[in-house]
């Protein structure tokens, strides 16, 4: 096992809990969404600043090599992101109130939803452990990327939808 697993596990857990909290938080108090909903790109722009630090830190590993997966490897990554992040934006939806503003219609499966996404994480990285660290961690961020940028690309054309009607 890798030094730094135990770590990436502590850290999902640390985000799940956080992700659990803000919900529970957001549901008692519901909030419109504000911002014209420009508010959901900041996921999109935070993760592809955060992964090109990542990938400029991997490319300098002493003892690690960096080189870019396979084609069918990274296909394959976006793919996972693809259906991943699909399955999150069927999961997502938005209702206009009677003020005339449009809040996030809460979703009861969504816990399952992401503990499902951390459970196939998980089984990838048990399956793929042969695969060398960097390229892994290259295509685990792809994957995530993706992913986020499906749902909140959709998840924003959802918004804008909801917010003509």
């Given at each position: 096992?890798?030094?730094?697993?135990?770590?990436?596990?502590?850290?999902?857990?640390?985000i799940?809990?956080?992700?659990?909290?803000?919900?529970?938080?957001?549901?008692?108090?519901?909030?419109?969404?504000?911002?014209?909903?420009?508010?959901?790109?900041?996921?999109?722009?935070?993760?592809?600043?955060?992964?090109?630090?990542?990938?400029?830190?991997?490319?300098?590993?002493?003892?690690?090599?960096?080189?870019?997966?396979?084609?069918?490897?990274?296909?394959?990554?976006?793919?996972?992101?693809?259906?991943?992040?699909?399955?999150m934006?069927?999961?997502?939806?938005?209702?206009?109130?009677?003020?005339?503003?449009?809040?996030?219609?809460?979703?009861?499966?969504?816990?399952?939803?992401?503990?499902?996404?951390?459970?196939i994480?998980?089984?990838?990285?048990?399956?793929?452990?042969n695969?060398?660290?960097?390229?892994?961690?290259?295509?685990t961020?792809?994957?995530?990327?993706?992913?986020?940028?499906?749902?909140?690309?959709?998840?924003f054309?959802?918004?804008?939808?909801?917010?003509?009607?």
């Amino acid at each position: 096992m890798n030094n730094s697993q135990p770590y990436s596990y502590v850290f999902m857990i640390a985000i799940i809990l956080l992700v659990f909290w803000l919900r529970s938080r957001r549901s008692a108090n519901p909030r419109p969404v504000k911002r014209n909903g420009y508010g959901m790109f900041i996921p999109v722009v935070l993760l592809l600043v955060a992964f090109c630090g990542t990938l400029a830190s991997l490319s300098h590993t002493p003892g690690q090599p960096f080189h870019l997966p396979a084609v069918w490897e990274i296909v394959c990554a976006c793919l996972i992101g693809v259906v991943l992040g699909s399955v999150m934006l069927y999961h997502t939806g938005y209702e206009k109130r009677e003020d005339g503003l449009v809040y996030s219609r809460p979703n009861k499966n969504f816990k399952y939803v992401l503990l499902a996404v951390i459970v196939i994480r998980i089984g990838l990285a048990q399956y793929f452990k042969n695969l060398d660290y960097v390229e892994f961690t290259f295509l685990t961020m792809l994957m995530a990327y993706v992913y986020v940028c499906i749902w909140r690309i959709g998840s924003f054309v959802k918004f804008r939808q909801t917010l003509a009607r």
